[in-house]
């Protein structure tokens, strides 16, 4: 009964959180919080481990810790193995700008050490924008599984010896779970780096620990199955609310791994949420078994580990090879799910179910069958001699690496300019506040103005290197007495002392990785100083979409009659893209004071314009992006 709920109800939870996991992959910004597919993951692992092993302990006194491990190693290794030589071997003939680290990532790995090497090792904003993401990021859960397995069984051998009673396991268990929690939120809060919070396994226990809590005071063979209707009622209406929170939590956007309330209790109340949706289908008295089972679950289910594994090297080395995934948006990613699905059930039935199942004796016969002239197994053959060479070329790839120098990235020229242009922004928008704050506002005409800049063109022309950017002298002239506040991410950050050359009465506020929710607080931070102008400039949306209600919300916070310049966005290797650009159409036909800077159209066929990301501008393309700006700027500007 209990191994038949394992493999029906659990392979259809594990395919829902596989199936989050992978569209949180391809796509974080709309399916927000599929990253939570790794706590249902680990709370699966915590009860069904801990249940297995009390169990044993109830019935025989005694558990066999080295059948555990035996059968751990056979389980999880050999698929692993696979992926990091099947990577390894890809790298080294398709992709050499990853062999920087492979041996390190490799060895990790295999150490089970994985999350802790991220933490040290994580990639920078600048490094993934270079098309140099990591293809095993993904891998840090298999680590914490690693240690959980290596640990645990110890951990319940001292917890069965000195805590004699159920009650006081359970509250050891559900304390230290707890303490994980907590753990993870006041380190949030004391400003340590995110990766430390999300890659922990002191941070991430609490989804292990809640699941072998829920195991001391839930065991599966104890539960009842001599229910009433009424009883049932409950366990299934229990059960609907849990998955209820669950799906509504995947799509919160206060789930969004960059915001507070994810480490200040958000992912605890998922867990809380898994751990009694698991209880639920565990229990014979409710039907959520019966409704999690299904062929399409138990096959997704029975190849989750699979899909895990593949998911993130199909994506990364697929949108390597590809261009504009913008225009895509559909095709692609069921181009990369067909992928990570055949390459799933390739290892599934090569690898995984035929060495889960593995003996010396087994492994001793095929050998000999292997290299007898006589057997006519051609496909065991062929299997083979493809194992060898993938072997062969991967494990070439992982010694070369040591050797390879690693490209820092963060000393590159956009990353350097970014930084010498936010110290200057820094400085500049002191100096300019203060003025802002001890000036009045004054309305001039802008008949009169054009009319000063006319004669100024020709009497005093100025910045007349960017005129060959098209834009003219006397649109340069009126950009200088714009004031203007603009807030903006890194693509603006790469291009604030080109635009402060234009509009030196500006403030410009521009910074790496800012989504649209960052704008709200920095409006507010302006306007609690007096130094939002009637001019305001936004430059936000390279790092994901954001829904229409935001942008509602961003106008009415700045107010009709504040003109407001949008810049849309030019990043192709991103889904996004066309969402953004078109919802700031539709957002510019509903608000009479918002105009769109249309640079997207203006640079798509101009690739000299960027950097390899094709998204940040070059010098060159910083004083194209920038005289766009400062032009339609000049012509709708309130003075």
């Not at 993934?128 to 993401?133: D, I, M, Q, Y």
């Amino acid at each position: 009964m209990t191994k038949n709920r394992f493999i029906t109800g659990y392979s259809g939870l594990r395919a829902l959180a596989v199936i989050g996991v992978i569209l949180y992959h391809l796509n974080p910004n709309t399916f927000v919080g599929g990253y939570l597919g790794v706590p249902i993951f680990f709370v699966l692992s915590g009860y069904l481990v801990t249940d297995h092993m009390l169990k044993a302990y109830r019935e025989q006194g005694y558990y066999d810790q080295h059948k555990f491990y035996f059968g751990r190693i056979k389980k999880l290794y050999p698929p692993l193995i696979a992926v990091l030589w099947l990577s390894a071997a890809y790298i080294f003939l398709f992709q050499r700008n990853l062999l920087v680290k492979l041996a390190q990532i490799v060895v990790a790995n295999l150490l089970n050490v994985y999350n802790f090497w991220q933490i040290i090792n994580g990639q920078s904003y600048f490094e993934r924008f270079a098309t140099n993401e990591s293809p095993f990021t993904h891998l840090w859960t298999m680590s914490i599984n690693g240690q959980f397995y290596l640990l645990w069984p110890i951990v319940i051998y001292l917890l069965v010896k000195f805590s004699k009673k159920r009650k006081t396991t359970f509250w050891i268990l559900f304390g230290a779970s707890l303490a994980s929690a907590l753990e993870m939120a006041l380190l949030y809060h004391s400003g340590v780096d995110i990766n430390r919070i999300y890659y922990g396994t002191d941070t991430r226990f609490f989804s292990l620990g809640l699941g072998a809590t829920l195991a001391v005071i839930w065991p599966m063979e104890k539960l009842r199955t001599d229910v009433t209707i009424t009883d049932t009622c409950i366990l299934d209406g229990v059960g609907l609310v849990a998955l209820v929170g669950l799906i509504w939590l995947f799509f919160s956007p206060q789930m969004d791994p960059e915001h507070s309330f994810t480490y200040n209790g958000g992912m605890l109340l998922f867990t809380v949420l898994t751990v009694i949706l698991v209880g639920i289908i565990a229990h014979p008295g409710s039907h959520w078994n019966k409704w999690l089972t299904n062929p399409v679950f138990n096959w997704i289910g029975s190849r989750s580990y699979g899909i895990y594994l593949y998911q993130f090297p199909v994506m990364i080395f697929f949108e390597d090879k590809v261009t504009n995934v913008a225009d895509h948006v559909f095709l692609y990613p069921l181009i990369e799910i067909a992928l990570i699905l055949i390459l799933s059930e390739i290892s599934y039935r090569l690898i995984e179910r035929p060495l889960g199942k593995i003996t010396w004796v087994k492994l001793k016969n095929y050998c000999s069958q292997l290299f007898k002239k006589s057997t006519t197994n051609y496909f065991a053959k062929l299997q083979a001699i493809i194992s060898c060479l993938v072997f062969l070329i991967g494990t070439t790839a992982i010694l070369i690496s040591p050797t390879v120098k690693a490209r820092d990235f963060n000393r590159s020229q956009l990353a350097t300019r970014i930084r010498v242009n936010q110290v200057q922004q820094k400085k500049d928008n002191q100096v300019l506040i203060t003025k802002l704050q001890k000036a009045k506002k004054k309305t001039r005409q802008r008949t009169k103005l054009v009319n000063e800049a006319r004669r100024a063109a020709k009497s005093r022309p100025v910045n007349q290197s960017f005129e060959k950017y098209g834009i003219s002298q006397l649109d340069l002239q009126l950009a200088r007495k714009v004031q203007l506040t603009a807030v903006g991410d890194s693509v603006m950050a790469g291009s604030s002392d080109t635009l402060r050359q234009l509009m030196p009465k500006a403030v410009i506020d521009a910074a790496v990785s800012r989504q649209l929710n960052a704008a709200f607080g920095l409006i507010s931070q302006y306007q609690a100083q007096k130094a939002l102008d009637n001019n305001v400039l936004i430059g936000l949306g390279t790092n994901g979409p954001f829904p229409m209600s935001d942008l509602d919300q961003l106008m009415k916070q700045v107010g009709p009659k504040t003109q407001v310049f949008w810049i849309n966005t030019h990043v192709p290797s991103k889904p996004w893209q066309n969402q953004v650009n078109n919802l700031l159409e539709t957002a510019a036909k509903k608000y009479r004071n918002l105009i769109i800077i249309d640079w997207y159209n203006y640079s798509k066929k101009h690739p000299s314009w960027f950097y390899q990301d094709n998204t940040h501008p070059t010098p060159v393309g910083s004083k194209y992006y920038s005289a766009l700006i400062a032009k339609t700027i000049a012509k709708h500007a309130r003075f």
